[in-house]
């Protein structure tokens, strides 16, 4: 097993920018897959990035590409979601994700374990 925490979510302004972190611990974190999903009020969990177990393979939802990086550091445990020019659609519940399929997925149910989320909030 796994568990994760996240961390660094906040208010920031449309066109700024946060870092996510996503601190892992139990089970050696290198042998997971991880994504990054959020979930704003009233909406479904989507996905949001993905990493595989190296770093390097990453995929990005439509709507983020261009702005948002995933990155880990295996000796840290953690996985990150930088993001850049913000919008207010951004708004949501952020949450990380461990998956123990052989390769990176980008689907929800494939995740087998999850954080409590940080919130992100973009005022336009």
């Known amino acids: 097993q796994v568990q994760l925490v996240e961390s660094g979510g906040g208010l920031v302004q449309a066109g700024g920018s946060l870092r996510l972190s996503c601190a892992a611990s139990g089970r050696a974190f290198s042998t997971y897959n991880m994504g990054w999903f959020r979930q704003a009020p009233g909406k479904v969990r989507e996905f949001v990035a993905a990493?595989?177990?190296?770093?390097?393979?990453?995929y990005y939802a439509d709507s983020v590409k261009g702005r948002f990086t995933i990155s880990r550091d295996n000796a840290k445990n953690t996985v990150y979601l930088q993001m850049n020019s913000l919008k207010p659609e951004d708004t949501a519940l952020y949450y990380c994700?461990?998956?123990?399929?052989?390769?990176?997925?980008?689907?929800?149910?494939?995740?087998?374990?999850w954080g409590q989320g940080t919130q992100v909030t973009v005022s336009s």
């Open positions: 994700a461990a998956d123990e399929s052989l390769v990176v997925v980008t689907t929800l149910g494939s995740y087998d374990y």
């Open positions: 990493i595989s177990r190296s770093g390097g393979t990453t």
